[in-house]
């Protein structure tokens, strides 16, 4: 047997690398009971040829030739205060991204459309760019979207890719030879829920505000400064003849969905044993949250965001020179950076109670049973929100 054979869960990523190689189509994917997809060969259609196997990002490990001899480590935020705003943190991956759009090049990543699925798009104008910035807190359908990276490189398109690490890494194994006009920028990830979990979070969202939603990013800005981790959620409410949209602020201390993300309760199986979580990163350039700012350069502390900023390549390199005058950053070490982002070391840890997390996932009350446990520090946030927060360390470390 020369095919992609999936004997325990935390062995496929989700990317679909196998299907989309796949000569012949023997390959589908099939959802299993939490949501997640994974292969299915068909024996009959299936010429063991082995592509699958080989372009498999968790079978092959990456060729590091051309990365730099020691990373290089900045702290930056963009100086584009639009930017910053519908980006997560500092604003770098919409800063690069702009700088390729008006360079005549396309950008891939991850939007939330209008059905509220998370899935990988190719944006080509600064228009559409808004739609791809910020995080998903699921995990982002890749489906056939490398096939036509590979025609834009082919034609010599200059080409932005950014995704979670183990999407870079199914990528890189995709295409067939490196290629200059591709730049890879990939976000620190503790772990992705599936989309399914989501779909059934939206019916208990309608249901709580008997409203439909129409929008929802996790991390608002408008909601709350960065390092406090609100959502948005925008409902449509119908009244006779008109509607209107009103917004809601979810603190994610208090909410089922976004407590038990932030807790790593509700992950990929192949999450909790991820094989990117470690120093070597796999991608042009690794973006984070910079926690821990305001001990490190309190003279950088920004209310909308600061970046954690890993060059790892030459490429990586030739592309932060290109932010130039567009971004505000300074050195800081690699060992402090992994200090502050646990996932610069190691995967998320599974709980024990992972096993049984998705268990009732088809229950119509599944998010009305969740049990949140606060912790004093949920309610101490409540009343000393980040920019308190940051302002009191700012004093205290300048002593
Ligand atoms: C699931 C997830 C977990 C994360 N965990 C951490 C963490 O533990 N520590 C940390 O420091 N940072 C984490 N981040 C990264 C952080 O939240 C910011 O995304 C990152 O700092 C880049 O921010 P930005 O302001 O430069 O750009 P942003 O505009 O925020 O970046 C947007 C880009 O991120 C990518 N992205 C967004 N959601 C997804 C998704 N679901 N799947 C694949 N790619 C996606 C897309 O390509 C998108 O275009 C996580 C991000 C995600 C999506």
């Excluded at 970046?307 to 592309?319: Q, R, Y």
């Excluded at 998320?348 to 998010?367: A, C, G, L």
Aim: hydrophobic fraction near 35%; charge should be positive; charged fraction near 30%.
């Amino acid at each position: 047997m020369n095919h992609i054979f999936i004997d325990e869960p935390n062995k496929c990523c989700g990317c679909k690398n196998c299907q989309n190689i796949c000569p012949v189509n023997a390959i589908s994917m099939n959802e299993d009971a939490e949501g997640f997809l994974y292969p299915n060969v068909d024996a009959n259609k299936c010429i063991n040829c082995g592509a699958c196997k080989k372009h498999c990002p968790l079978l092959n490990d990456m060729k590091r030739n051309t990365f730099l001899k020691e990373p290089l480590c900045v702290a930056a935020k963009t100086k584009n205060k639009d930017i910053q705003l519908k980006c997560s943190s500092g604003g770098l991956f919409g800063t690069i991204a702009l700088e390729t759009i008006e360079k005549g090049g396309i950008v891939v990543g991850s939007e939330m459309d209008e059905r509220h699925k998370v899935h990988h798009t190719i944006v080509d104008n600064k228009e559409a760019l808004s739609k791809i910035l910020g995080s998903k807190y699921v995990y982002s359908d890749l489906d056939n979207v490398f096939i036509d990276v590979k025609k834009y490189l082919d034609d010599d398109r200059e080409v932005l890719f950014c995704g979670v690490p183990c999407q870079i890494a199914a990528l890189i194994n995709f295409l067939p030879k490196s290629y200059d006009n591709l730049t890879t920028v990939e976000v620190i990830c503790h772990g992705t829920p599936s989309q399914k979990l989501f779909d059934k979070y939206v019916d208990f969202l309608e249901k709580k505000y008997s409203a439909k939603l129409k929008g929802f990013q996790f991390r608002s800005k408008k909601a709350a400064n960065w390092g406090t981790f609100k959502a948005l959620a925008e409902f449509e409410i119908l009244k006779k003849n008109t509607s209107k949209i009103v917004s809601k602020k979810i603190n994610a201390d208090f909410d089922p969905y976004y407590w038990s993300f932030l807790n790593s309760k509700n992950y990929r199986e192949s999450c909790y044993s991820c094989k990117y979580a470690n120093p070597n990163r796999n991608a042009d350039i690794t973006l984070g949250d910079f926690w821990g700012i305001e001990h490190i350069k309190p003279n950088m502390v920004d209310y909308n965001g600061v970046s954690t900023v890993i060059i790892n390549t030459n490429k990586g390199l030739e592309t932060f020179k290109m932010l130039d005058e567009k971004i505000e950053w300074d050195y800081v070490d690699y060992k402090t950076m992994q200090d502050n982002n646990g996932q610069l070391k190691a995967p998320s840890k599974r709980p024990i109670d992972r096993d049984n997390w998705y268990t009732d996932i088809e229950r119509s009350d599944f998010f009305e049973k969740i049990k949140i446990r606060k912790n004093y520090k949920s309610y101490i946030k409540l009343f000393f929100p980040q920019k308190l927060k940051f302002k009191i360390k700012k004093i205290i470390s300048k002593k």
